[in-house]
């Protein structure tokens, strides 16, 4: 059995992308950068930069904290935009087939 990659459309994005995307639109509409978002959250700037473009993703506790400081709840940070798409992150899971093997 073979895994299928749904394809990647305008507008599709992963949860962490939408996360991070919802995360900088709050930010924009109050005037914050990282640096703002880093203090007021209580973490260190170049974390909240990773996060802030994609190349790590949000934990949990973080978007918790997120939400409370924008008045908002963590799973509005979770809803795609208008016009997006969420596409789940198939790399990360692992492969299915008949012949599972204790490493996979």
Do not use: C, Y
């Not at 995307?21 to 950068?33: C, F, K, P």
Request: aromatic share 6%; glycine share 4%; charged share 25%.
């Amino acid at each position: 059995m073979s895994t299928t990659l749904l394809p990647m459309r305008a507008g599709s994005k992963t949860a962490p992308e939408i996360v991070s995307a919802n995360i900088r639109a709050l930010s924009a509409r109050v005037g914050w950068n990282v640096s703002d978002l880093a203090q007021a959250v209580g973490i260190n700037r170049p974390s909240v930069s990773e996060r802030w473009h994609n190349r790590t993703d949000w934990r949990v506790n973080e978007i918790e904290r997120v939400a409370a400081l924008f008045g908002t709840t963590p799973w509005d940070l979770m809803k795609p935009a208008f016009g997006d798409e969420w596409v789940p992150d198939t790399k990360k899971l692992p492969r299915l087939d008949s012949n599972q093997q204790p490493a996979d």
